[in-house]
């Protein structure tokens, strides 16, 4: 029954801590940057994973203070604001720290070897497709495994292709090029 029901000093102590974490994490928020949350690269993913289990190791154990949560919590923050201005500024650095886009669907037609590659499912991707509004997969210029795993759609009409900028950097192995 332990399972079931806590003590009410154990309840009050999560919930203090809850609050007072609550008010840190915007406080960090506010100098850092609404970035701190954002899953613009692998980096900023993992980040907010981690972040995630170190806020609620400090809210569920005893021996976790607020303090330390917070100092851990600030250091990542630090750590992705480092992270992300050399990937700017080195481009050997951001080679290494990121995956390369994939591309898993072009001109319509699936890419079986990078859905493969990817781990991407053909229903994954049919799923992205009707998320995106794609009605037509002629219409559908390319779909691409993002590096934070997010799938984007690119598709409109025929008559207008994207932008080269759009499709920059995205790996293609079915192509030997």
């Known amino acids: 029954m332990h399972w079931l029901i806590e003590s009410w000093s154990v309840l009050w102590h999560a919930g203090l801590t809850s609050i007072v974490l609550l008010f840190i994490m915007i406080l960090y928020v506010r100098i850092n940057g609404l970035r701190s949350f954002a899953k613009m690269s692998?980096?900023?993913?993992?980040?907010?994973?981690?972040?995630?289990?170190?806020?609620?190791?400090?809210?569920m154990s005893d021996s976790n203070s607020i303090i330390k949560g917070a100092i851990v919590v600030g250091f990542l923050l630090l750590l992705q604001t480092?992270?992300?201005?050399?990937?700017?500024?080195?481009?050997?650095?951001?080679?290494?720290?990121?995956?390369?886009?994939?591309?898993?669907?072009r001109n319509g037609k699936f890419l079986y070897k990078n859905l493969e590659k990817s781990n991407v499912s053909k229903?994954?991707?049919?799923a992205k497709l009707r998320e995106a509004n794609a009605i037509d997969l002629n219409n559908v210029y390319a779909v691409v495994l993002e590096t934070t795993g997010d799938i984007s759609v690119l598709h409109g009409s025929k008559k207008t292709e994207p932008d080269s900028i759009l499709l920059e950097g995205v790996k293609d192995s079915n192509r030997s090029d």
């Not at 229903?123 to 049919?126: A, K």
């Open 42 to 59: 692998s980096i900023d993913f993992v980040t907010t994973i981690t972040i995630g289990s170190v806020i609620n190791s400090t809210i």
């Open 82 to 105: 480092i992270f992300s201005s050399l990937k700017m500024k080195l481009p050997w650095f951001n080679k290494l720290a990121e995956n390369q886009p994939l591309l898993l669907m």
């Open 123 to 126: 229903s994954d991707v049919v």
